[in-house]
């Protein structure tokens, strides 16, 4: 097997002005994302890729047949946008790996014809929190202004860790190549698949690319998940108690 292997499943010569980037990532916020759109765009697939860099372990769908892990790339033709969406089941396993699969996407985006990249995760904040908001980063200042009014948040040394993964390095790596990016991070705890905070990240991509996209059913999905978090928070509010009266 290649370490990475490109399978393009058309010939067709496909064009694209903008890839959206949704790996797996903290809270799935930007898999849910970039998913959605697909399934609302009805956007067809164009390429599965796989490689020995991703985690040693197979996916069992339904019928119960295994399968190698799996990133895609999806391509829709809407409204004079040309956009690709790069998504999958798992990101690296090794540092060597992030920076290779990171310029094996390039090279598609750059085929595609690409000039700018929106990546798409969630900002871990280890807490449960009523209000999300959305942090960001870009490859260059001067798209500071237009993600600002937007509705990003920019602040001074956050995330503390830096953009760990293909949201961080498809910035850096790509403006080496000319194509200028932006990161979009939801906030969220990180202890529970978040689509409150996927809600709050497509309301900003849509103010900064113009598209119109449905969020209903991320919506629905941002409710029901909002009952089960307030379930949380009695159950941590209940155990608080217990230790206070404990220890007095």
Known sequence: MDDIRIKMLTDEDYHADILIEGLPGVGQVG???????????GAEKIAEITSIFFPPQVLIDDNGVARLSCNEVYLVNTDGNSIAFLVGDVQSASGEG?????????DIAEELGVKRIYTLGGYGTGHLQEETQVFGAVSNISLRE?????????SKDEPGGGIIGASGLLLSLGAERGIEGVCLMGETSGYIVDPKSAHAVLGVLNALTGLDIDDTKLEERA????????????????KAEEELSYIG
């Not at 992030?98 to 390039?106: E, P, R």
């Not at 237009?146 to 920019?154: N, Q, S």
Request: net charge negative; glycine share 4%; charged share 30%.
């Open 31 to 41: 898999k849910l994302v970039a998913e959605h759109m697909i399934e609302e765009f």
């Open 98 to 106: 992030h920076y290779l699969l990171t310029d094996a996407y390039l």
């Open 146 to 154: 237009p993600a600002e009014d937007a509705g990003v948040v920019f």
């Open 223 to 238: 409710v029901e998940m909002e009952g089960i978090v307030e379930k949380i928070r009695e159950l941590e509010n209940a």
